[in-house]
């Protein structure tokens, strides 16, 4: 609870703008090949498991897509409070909206406590390196023409920080690793329709509250022809997307368990010179 003295945290994302943005991508038509590419990449890691879900939960915020993709899972939103129940699903997929989380480890550790006994989680957001060109041709644009910045793109979590909230989450056996993907576009606006038919438009809580000048625009597309044109196609641009995909365990007794410090019967420096003569 917090006193008087303390000030509000401020916040990152706009909820509202956020959902404006997700509303107008379903007026205009959904582009969703970057959930296509994560739902292959699910089933694809469902598949080495070699175990059947039978209690399945997919929380996102672009359900008609994934009502289509896991049709015997449960449709959740994305709100910051889950609409999960505690132990009851064996499997929890977040699916493309953690990046937008206004609390990432607060979405995951409830995610995990909607798991019964070693099910499992699975998260895939943008991250690392995504619209990094996008991200230095608007900032280079607008502080030529206006002289000033505002934000423009979401900040993109690291591998390492993300797959460090796992760990912190409760989950056990935390995996992260990247699937990179560079996009060809005609030019900017281009991209940007694409943007918008994501619902990955800016809703950023610190945006500018005002139509983004011309100038800055036309200079941006500019700089993007000149700084990043697809490396196949010299006449179109490219657009770098890293999806982050995460994956962990609820906590059970038949998991394997790491070895209690102290525990080994060899010291380390025997066992590498038994290592090398068995080599030998």
């Known amino acids: 609870m917090m006193n008087a003295h303390q000030k509000p945290v401020p916040q990152l994302i706009d909820r509202a703008a956020l ?11 959904s582009v969703d090949f970057l959930h296509r590419i994560v739902a292959e990449e699910l089933q694809d ?14 929380v996102t ?27 009851a699903y064996d499997l929890v997929v977040h699916a493309m909206s953690l990046h937008w989380a206004e609390d990432p480890v607060g979405q995951i550790a409830q995610s995990a406590r909607a798991l019964r006994p070693d099910g499992l989680f699975f998260a895939a957001c943008p991250g690392g ?13 607008e502080a030529e023409v206006t002289g000033g910045l505002s934000p423009r793109i979401l900040p993109m979590g690291e591998i390492r920080d993300l797959g460090a909230l796992l760990g912190r989450a409760g989950l056990a056996l935390p995996v992260a690793d990247q699937i990179s993907q560079n996009v060809s576009y005609l030019d ?35 700089l993007y022809a ?6 196949q196609n010299p006449d ?23 070895l209690r410090p102290g525990s080994a019967k060899m010291p380390l420096a025997d066992a590498l010179a038994s290592m090398r003569k068995t080599t030998e």
């Open 19 to 29: 959902m404006r943005n997700r509303a107008r991508a379903d007026r205009i038509g």
């Open 45 to 58: 890691r469902l598949a080495e498991v070699n175990r059947s879900f039978t209690a399945m939960a997919v």
């Open 61 to 87: 915020g672009m359900p008609d897509f994934w009502a289509k993709a896991m049709p015997d899972a449960r449709i959740v939103e994305d709100a910051p409070e889950l609409d999960l129940a505690p132990g």
């Open 129 to 141: 390196r995504t619209l990094h060109e996008l991200r230095d041709v608007l900032t280079r644009a």
């Open 188 to 222: 900017l606006v281009h991209l940007a329709r694409d943007l918008r038919g994501m619902g990955e438009g800016n809703a950023l809580a610190g945006r500018l509250r005002r139509p983004t000048r011309s100038a800055v625009l036309l200079r941006a597309a500019q």
């Open 226 to 231: 000149e700084s990043y044109p697809d490396l």
């Open 236 to 258: 179109r641009i490219r657009a770098t997307f890293d999806l982050v995909c995460l994956t962990g365990w609820a906590p059970d007794a038949s998991q394997q368990q790491p």
